[in-house]
């Protein structure tokens, strides 16, 4: 396997913009998480699901952010409109059943301007 | 979720062994003690886990105190490419829930 994959690597946007971050996790991983990092908050939660339903979202910081998974294989986090705030790293990792090993992916550097 | 507390920053030298230190007090009976670590510009990659007893991997081994409170994770031979952040994570299997929480971490440093 390939392992968790993201897209795109890099996103440069300007403010008030919609962005699309994809992921694709490991097949046959029940689980998917989105983080997001930054230097100033470190690596954050912001959702995870398990078998293509949202368990947690308590750490989405506010409506702009939404995230969906509408099969096995594919997820995406969606902000609309995009802030200059906005702008870190996010990270998609997946894995198979509870309490075992994250896969990560390369993550996606999100810059918005 | 219960905390973890790790120191900020290590240093190592390159072949000489390194013990990471993770205190974790209030850990509960059905947290399991997880460690992670984060290379340059990449994302977290797992390195080993344990609930109770001491566990050896191909990349580390990690040191469980009886009383669970603290551990510490050990890298045998530090090489260059061991410089990451390290993340000591406790992670519940008693609940429905399966979060990851990352918290500071220790920044290893490796001098040749």
């Known amino acids: 396997d390939a392992g968790v994959i993201q897209s795109p690597r890099h996103e440069v946007t300007e403010m008030g913009q919609e962005v699309t971050l994809r992921c694709k996790p490991i097949s046959g991983h029940d689980y998917l998480f989105w983080y997001r990092q930054t230097m100033m908050r470190g690596l954050e939660l912001l959702i995870y699901f398990n078998n293509n339903v949202p368990i947690d979202d308590s750490g989405m910081p506010e409506d702009r952010f939404s995230a969906k998974m509408p099969n096995a294989s594919f997820s995406t986090l969606k902000i609309q409109p995009s802030e200059p705030r906005d702008s870190a790293v996010y990270f998609c990792?997946?894995?198979?059943?509870?309490?075992?090993?994250?896969?990560f992916g390369q993550g996606t550097r999100l810059t918005v301007v | 979720d219960a905390k973890t507390t790790q120191p900020n920053s290590m240093e190592s030298n390159e072949e000489e062994p390194v013990h990471l230190p993770c205190n974790h007090s209030t850990i509960s009976g059905t947290d399991y003690i997880h460690w992670y670590r984060q290379l340059p510009s990449q994302g977290p990659e797992y390195v080993i886990h344990?609930?109770?007893s001491n566990v050896n991997n191909r990349m580390a081994s990690l040191a469980i105190a009886e009383d669970r409170k603290s551990s510490t994770l050990i890298l045998h031979r530090a090489t260059l490419r061991d410089a990451a952040v390290y993340y000591c994570i406790l992670q519940n299997y008693g609940g429905a829930t399966n979060k990851l929480i990352f918290g500071t971490g220790t920044l290893l440093a490796v001098q040749p």
């Open positions: 990792a997946s894995s198979l059943g509870r309490v075992t090993e994250a896969f």
């Open positions: 344990g609930l109770t």
